[in-house]
Every structure is written in C-alpha cells, then in structure tokens.
C-alpha cells in the first residue's frame, strides 16, 4: 500500500470549514483513498473513502486531485466534538486486501 | 447494532504471565480484525479472520501471540509469557463481507505489563 503524508497537527476555529490535506504521491490505480478519525480514548471511526471521484456524506468532503497524489478532508463546520487525530489511508482495492495502514496522522484541535 | 465490544478494558499483568482477551464483532459481520495500538502512533494491523478461517497474519504477530475465532463469532487474541514491549492498547474491528470499506472498531483492550 502507498505511503501517505499528513501534517502532525492542525487548529481550527468552532464553526469554520476544518480542511485537512494527504499527500500521497505513489499511489496506484487500484489504490483507495480513507479517512479515519480516532478521538480521544476511542476506537477508530470510518469517515470517507473514494477512488478519483470526490465524495460527500454526512460527516464529510473528500477531494482527490485529478492526478490523485493528493487528497483534503473537508469538515464544513467542525464542533468542538470533532477534536480528534485524522488518519489518511491508501488501500489496495482488490478483494482479500483487508487490513488498514495507519500512519500516525494529523491531530486536529477545535478551538471554541 | 450494539458495536464492537471488547473484554477486558484494561488489563494489568506481570512480565511472564499470559493474558487472553475477547472481542464480541458486530452481529452479521464476517470479517474482524486485531490491530495494536502504542502511545503516539496509529493502530497497527496484526491478523484478521473471515469467519473462522484466519486469512492474514502480520509479521508483528509473533510466537507469543495466537488469535481464535473458533465458531466464526467471537474472537480471542491470547498473549503468552508477556513483555514489556506489549503494553499497547489492542483493538479489534468488524466489517460485512460485502462492505469491508468500513470497519467498525471496538473501544480496545489496554494492556500493562509491569
């Protein structure tokens, strides 16, 4: 699985889009894009995946470059409850492929 | 859907001594993982199971360590003559087979070893 690149900490006021950037340069064409996040005495929590495509749910943005070297997590509006360590994961798509990679991610601190 | 849980939460052992713990998967999911989890870094994968078949294990996963899911519902992950260096907090997560893009994690179990 590709390595991927994140910043060790980030600030964001309540309120404000939270946009949180990956880079992961070697990726390949089979290759997915996840974010996890993981607060605070908690198990990870899935957010987002995607392919080359951005995607939307319920609790986030993702945007994939067109050259997909690079990704952001948009949090539109975070709350104080989105304080947490963001991690990016590349992951091979074919099936069998199970286990995530984890880097030590980009923690993320609300600011009221 | 109750979640993945796990037993124990937290666990203090002896340096020498065994220690077994369980993880209950998410009701339907056929897929649960192990991964470790040290102080300042991300969870690292350790071997995940389909049912009861064990399909991959890491090279983390040493002698010392065995995983179970014998009736391809609950799983064990047993530690044998405990170090030091297995103070972690272990995690365990569930997924559909038809949706394994999702994993859903447990709160995980934290391992002492004095």
């Known amino acids: 699985d590709a390595k991927t690149t994140q910043p060790p900490s980030m600030d964001c006021a309540e309120g404000r889009a939270a946009n949180l950037p990956c880079n992961h340069s070697?990726?390949?064409?089979?290759?997915?894009v996840y974010w996890y996040r993981q607060i605070h005495s908690q198990g990870p929590q899935y957010i987002i995946h995607?392919?080359?495509n951005n995607e939307t749910n319920e609790m986030a943005s993702l945007i994939i470059t067109e050259d997909r070297k690079s990704s952001t997590l948009i949090l539109p509006h975070a709350t104080l409850r989105d304080t947490a360590v963001y991690y990016c994961?590349?992951?091979?798509?074919?099936?069998?492929?199970?286990?995530?990679?984890f880097g030590t991610g980009t923690r993320l601190t609300i600011i009221p | 859907d109750t979640g993945v849980s796990q037993d124990p939460r937290h666990k203090i052992t002896k340096r020498g001594q065994n220690v077994t713990f369980r993880c209950d998967p998410i009701?339907?999911?056929?897929?649960l993982y192990w991964y470790r989890q040290t102080l300042g870094q991300g969870p690292e994968f350790l071997t995940y199971?389909?049912?009861?078949?064990?399909?991959?294990k890491s090279r983390l996963l040493s002698d010392r360590f065995s995983a179970e899911r014998p009736k391809g519902s609950f799983s064990t992950l047993e530690i044998q003559r405990t170090e030091q260096g297995d103070s972690a907090m272990y995690l365990c997560?569930?997924?559909?087979?038809?949706?394994?893009?999702?994993?859903?994690f447990g709160p995980g179990t934290r391992l002492t070893v004095l």
């Open positions: 997560a569930s997924s559909r087979e038809l949706n394994v893009n999702e994993q859903f």
């Open positions: 070697t990726i390949s064409g089979n290759e997915y």
């Open positions: 995607g392919l080359k």
């Open positions: 994961i590349v992951r091979d798509g074919n099936f069998g492929n199970e286990k995530l990679t």
């Open positions: 009701s339907e999911h056929n897929r």
């Open positions: 199971f389909q049912n009861e078949a064990q399909l991959e």
